[in-house]
């Protein structure tokens, strides 16, 4: 049972370059989120879907860009990567009681 | 929206015995939902135990139990005999029930004193 998975894991980045985080759920969850991490911060919400086509604004969304072709996958893009957004990033997913399930992080460092 | 404050950046307890992490938030929402999750070194985020705002019982898991007061928006975490894999971040975050978006504080480091 693999849940949520995000690839890659690590990655490293220089400034102006672009990539995508791949966040796929086998759990036929409707929502999910990308959030990052960053020290003394907590989690803040960065994009979320709340079912395939479509993706909305959360709390740190620029910069960055979503898309939820289909249900299983939700994938965060990067056009032209800052060394602001050095950062762990987690993907998550729901069902509809609130409760989220977690991948284990991608680390991104933007030089 | 939600707002979600934790008061201590770091606490430290002596194994076997109990601590008490401290929430408090902040919501708009009239049903809603309160989570503490653990992030060991692993990074993996972990759900500790959850809480249902309409629920007047605690919840309860194991060693782990909550005090949700909710007049005062308060939802402590507290943890009996503690043990050594219990140190970790700890958050504590806050879900409306019809939006599903986690807002999360800013985490409680908490170290377990051999």
């Known amino acids: 049972n693999a849940g949520v998975t995000q690839t890659p894991k690590f990655r490293v980045l220089k400034t102006g370059q672009s990539m995508t985080l791949l966040c796929a759920q086998d759990?036929?969850?409707?929502?999910m989120y990308w959030y990052r991490q960053d020290p003394g911060m907590g989690l803040r919400l960065i994009h979320y879907?709340?079912?395939?086509?479509?993706?909305a604004k959360g709390e740190v969304p620029d910069g960055y860009n979503v898309s939820r072709l289909k249900k299983q996958n939700f994938l965060l893009g990067l056009e032209s990567a800052a060394p602001s957004q050095t950062s762990v990033y987690f993907c998550a997913s729901t069902k509809l009681d609130g409760e989220l399930f977690f991948g284990e992080g991608s680390r991104l460092t933007v030089l | 929206a939600q707002t979600v404050t934790q008061s201590q950046p770091e606490m430290s307890v002596q194994e076997a015995e109990t601590v008490t992490l401290s929430c408090t938030y902040d919501t708009s929402e009239s049903d809603y939902y309160l989570f503490w999750y653990k992030q060991p070194p692993s990074r993996q985020m972990i759900l500790v135990i959850r809480?249902?705002?309409?629920?007047?019982q605690n919840a309860t898991e194991n060693r782990f139990s909550v005090n949700f007061q909710k007049a005062a928006k308060s939802f402590s975490l507290k943890i009996s005999d503690s043990q050594l894999g219990d140190a970790a971040m700890y958050f504590c975050a806050c879900s409306g029930a019809g939006s599903y978006q986690l807002t999360f504080g800013k985490g409680t480091k908490l170290s377990v004193i051999p």
């Open positions: 809480q249902e705002a309409y629920k007047q």
């Open positions: 759990m036929n969850h409707e929502y």
């Open positions: 879907s709340v079912g395939e086509g479509t993706t």
